[in-house]
């Protein structure tokens, strides 16, 4: 089965790093770039960031650059996402999403996205 | 920075056309794809390059793109229909999604 994993639900303190992941399986790693987009509490989506597992070179929102670290390692299908010290506004659930890497420069869908990871940040 | 506008909400009657815009400045020149999520689940893709179903997406989802603005159109709405929708487009090396309409099937 063709499906994004996501690892499980975290309950961290404001001040704490974190790093969460998310495996591909079921398709070939290499040939899909993996982004991740947050959604906060009653909230809408927002875009963070992608990056190619090929050559493990991240692009990030302008919103989210400097914040959060998106990094992978195509030896075990796995993308990450991660802060260096969360803020209780971090509380979230994050999607992991698929976009097809040869796809023309305009052309940005995600036609797979994992089940989410939340995330609950107290002050 | 390029925004999405779409409504906060639409209603429609079951049976009826159900049709959903998302505005933005010369969005007709972008490909626009949307996404259906339903409460406690995972956003799901239904439309892409504008007006392209993914395979398993029903007939009476489609969508067009023209000017600055998109338009998903369901017909035949089902009561499964109910749900969030998000418009979503590529901008200067940036993606970006509409703010999503709640769908109501009364």
């Known amino acids: 089965e063709v499906q994004l994993v996501q690892s499980g639900e975290e309950v961290k303190k ?3 790093s974190l790093k969460i992941s998310c495996k591909g399986s079921g398709y070939s790693f290499t040939n899909y770039w993996i982004g991740w987009v947050r959604q906060m ?3 809408g989506l927002e875009w963070m960031g992608i990056i190619s597992p090929s050559d493990s070179d991240p692009r990030y929102s302008p ?7 998106i990094s992978a390692d195509k030896s075990i299908n796995t993308a990450y996402l991660q802060w260096s010290s969360l803020k209780a506004s971090d509380t979230a659930m994050y999607y992991c999403v698929r976009r097809l890497a040869v796809a023309a420069r305009i052309d940005w869908y995600f036609d797979l996205w994992g089940r989410g990871t ?3 940040v107290s002050s | 920075s390029y925004e999405l506008t779409q409504p906060p909400s639409v209603s429609v009657s079951p049976g009826q056309t159900a049709s959903i815009t998302c505005s933005g400045d010369i969005l007709g020149e ?3 794809c949307w996404y259906q999520q339903k409460p406690g689940q995972s956003p799901v893709l239904i439309i892409y390059q504008d007006n392209k179903r993914p395979s398993g997406i029903p007939e009476r989802f489609s969508g067009s793109n023209s000017g600055n603005t998109a338009t998903l159109t369901i017909r ?3 009561a499964v229909d109910e749900a969030e929708y998000y418009c979503q487009a590529w901008d200067r090396s940036t993606v ?4 999503g309409t709640k769908l109501t099937v009364l």
């Open chain 1, 14 to 16: 404001a001040g704490e």
């Open chain 1, 41 to 43: 509490p009653g909230k």
């Open chain 1, 63 to 69: 919103s989210f650059q400097g914040k959060v670290t």
């Open chain 1, 118 to 120: 939340l995330v609950i």
């Open chain 2, 30 to 32: 972008k490909y626009v």
């Open chain 2, 76 to 78: 035949g709405t089902q």
């Open chain 2, 96 to 99: 970006v999604f509409g703010g």
